[in-house]
């Protein structure tokens, strides 16, 4: 997966590649604004394992696991969380 940012002072495309790292299908990952920044987060197993870009020239991706400990409890939780999907640029 890439993603293609534009920096509007040099008005340049840069492309970044995401690691898999974390993650077991790329095409199941939502992309999410995490701190003023972007992310790829998905749900492995019990936990919320987000990439979180911290340097777009670098290309330096931090990792962040948030345990989700509700899902010991009812696994089935899994299936029903659903990302919020943006409609706007905005609001991504």
Request: proline share 4%.
């Amino acid at each position: 997966m890439e993603v293609v940012s534009l920096d509007i002072w040099s008005e340049c495309f840069t492309v970044t590649t995401v690691p898999q790292r974390g993650f077991a299908d790329l095409h199941r990952v939502s992309i999410l604004r995490w701190i003023q920044t972007i992310a790829v987060a998905d749900i492995v197993g019990e936990a919320l394992n987000v990439l979180v870009l911290q340097d777009l020239k670098e290309q330096k991706w931090s990792k962040i696991t948030v345990p989700l400990k509700f899902m010991k409890d009812d696994p089935v939780l899994k299936d029903q969380i659903q990302p919020i999907v943006a409609t706007t640029f905005d609001e991504l």
